[in-house]
């Protein structure tokens, strides 16, 4: 069954450096998020992608951050001078159309630790 | 704005035990409705779900049903296994070209054999 992917898994950085996080969405969808879970809070939802532009984002998705799909298969997300605040649980996902009914698939997951 | 509220955890019961997690939620028009778990260490995995009212969800023994006149969506399961033991997610996805997924806090469950 096709999945999405994430990498890495876990990510430890130190404050005010840059990550870039990576996804692999399913293959034929074509619309691609990004939300966060900062630690036993509920999931936020970042920033959602199609056609290679920015379809809506959240006020959380300030000018620190940045996705871009650099390939046919990779969508990433880059964080610039990360904040302690920034930690949390990334998590992409992607969908064959942007109508409520269809499901969004989300990968495992990439946990950050900004110190 | 859309919101969904769901029932504060943490659930403990014991294996075959009859689980109800409440979901209600506010939105405009007719909104999708979705149960996401996540196993521990894992991502979020889409369990049911609904896309109009009266619809009901099932999966796993799971099941929920859309009901627009009291804005719900409860996750019921009949018998819980040790295996159910996760967070649950309750969701909703506005159909007024809103892409984004709306999440409640999540209700962590745990089983005991």
């Known amino acids: 069954e096709p999945e999405v992917t994430q990498t890495p898994s876990h990510q430890v950085t130190q404050m005010g450096q840059e990550v870039i996080l990576r996804c692999v969405p399913i293959?034929?969808?074509?619309?691609f998020y990004w939300y966060r879970q900062i630690l036993g809070q509920k999931v936020e939802f970042l920033v959602s992608f199609y056609n290679n532009e920015i379809s809506e984002k959240s006020e959380i998705f300030d000018d620190q951050f940045s996705v871009e799909r650099p390939d046919g298969s990779n969508f990433t997300l880059k964080i610039r001078s990360t904040k302690l605040e920034d930690s949390a649980m990334y998590f992409c996902?992607?969908?064959?159309?942007?109508?409520?009914?269809?499901?969004?698939?989300f990968g495992p997951g990439t946990r950050l630790l900004v110190l | 704005g859309n919101s969904v509220t769901q029932m504060e955890g943490p659930v403990t019961l014991s294996e075959e035990a009859f689980l109800t997690i409440n979901c209600t939620y506010t939105?405009?028009?007719?909104?999708?409705l979705f149960w996401y778990v996540q196993y521990p260490g894992e991502g979020l995995q889409l369990l049911l779900k609904a896309t109009k009212a009266d619809d009901k969800g099932s999966n796993k023994g799971f099941e929920a049903t859309y009901r627009k006149e009291t804005t719900s969506f409860h996750l019921e399961k009949g018998s819980v296994q040790v295996s159910d033991s996760a967070v649950y997610f309750c969701?909703?996805?506005?159909?007024?070209?809103?892409?984004?997924?709306?999440f409640g806090t999540g209700t962590r469950l745990t089983i005991i054999p």
């Open positions: 293959s034929n969808h074509l619309y």
């Open positions: 969701a909703l996805r506005s159909n007024f070209g809103n892409e984004k997924l709306t």
């Open positions: 996902a992607s969908s064959d159309d942007r109508v409520a009914q269809e499901t969004q698939y």
């Open positions: 939105a405009t028009g007719y909104p999708s």
